[in-house]
């Protein structure tokens, strides 16, 4: 065995420089937001429908700086917002309510959860959409979690966005708070690199990349993949509906908008845990055995490089050198993903720490996945 290691780990770290590079490919395949252009047409109708269940502590900002959109200024006919109350046990109605009642382009509905067979967030959603009205010729839809907060342009920048890259569906994650967590540089740049080695931010991959933060979507592509109800049982609803869009013969793009969007969802640092974990329980539908052997590759994989230069030292030079280079490909692709994550990018040399720390997130999942049950926004889910 101890002939093997050197060439095992020396195989093992030259994958970890290709799968740097792949990453590196992957992000920089992300769309920087456009500003908008002046207008040659009449500006397109936009519904804002925003799901929110026990978020009292931060609607009233999301939604506030949806009404604060400069794309409504035109007309108010030409922005409105439904908000979805999905069985909040905490203020989150009320806040509603309010911010409905100073103005008038904000509706509120109430469900007591998912029927059988719906996710709650799913559900929520497709009860908004329905709540909006009958679609209309060139409206869209945009689709935001409660959590975020949106610059004033973000709309309009969007849009604009999608126009200059003819995608019909565009997503951005939100940025990080002013006082983020651990979740950010810690987890953040191990989690977008995963989910990118099976959906392109191109929508070229096996799966079209989004993140549910933020949709915007051609209501004529989202009425043709069957809207939500057609995804009513799947988790990682974002990412299927971006694929659904791009299979029906539409384009998706993943857009670089965290300057112009915040988000309070992965914070603190526990928050920010269990929604990556609900994302990979939801990805590999539940599957334990699935799960462990991605958590297991992915701390193989982050310890490879190093272990390779500590093994190798002054007596394997060879070994050295591509444990060294692997090392420097994962401290790239870190980087790169830190910098678009807003995510300290300097702390990329510990990327080794990061992903094999992701990989115990993922063992997490995996025996949750295996007890059958893990608990999202105080709703528990079976598998």
Known sequence: MNRWLPVVLGAAAAGVLVRS?????????????????????????????????????????????????????????????????????????RIAREVAAEDPRVKTVRVDGPPQGWGGKVHAMHVGVEASGPPEAGEWLLFLDADTVAAPDLISRLLA???????????????????????????????????????????????AFAIGHCILVRRSHYEKVGGWAAFAAIRNEDVAIATAVRDHGGTTRTVDGLDHLSTSGMDPFKEGWASFRKSFVAGTKGSAPLLASIALGQVVASVAAPLAVAVGGRRRPLLTAVGLLGWTGQTAAHACNARYMRANPELAPLAPVAGSLFGVLLFDGAVRAWRGRDQWKGRSSEF
Do not use: F, Y
Not at 28 to 50: E, F, G, M, S, Y
């Open 21 to 93: 590079a792949r990453t590196i490919k992957q992000t920089r395949a992300i769309v920087d937001l456009r500003a908008p252009q002046p207008a040659t047409v009449a500006p397109p109708k936009v519904t804002a429908v925003v799901p929110a269940r026990n978020e009292s502590d931060v609607l009233g900002d999301c939604l506030r700086s949806i009404t604060a959109q400069t794309h409504g200024e035109q007309g108010e006919e030409l922005l409105r917002a439904v908000v979805v109350d999905d069985g909040s046990t905490d203020g989150t109605g």
């Open 161 to 207: 966005t999608a126009e200059a890259v003819d995608a019909d569906l565009v997503s951005t994650p939100g940025g990080p708070p002013p006082e983020r967590s651990a979740s950010w540089p810690v987890l953040m740049p191990p989690g977008l690199q995963l989910i990118g080695e099976n959906a392109s931010p191109d929508g070229r991959g096996p799966k």
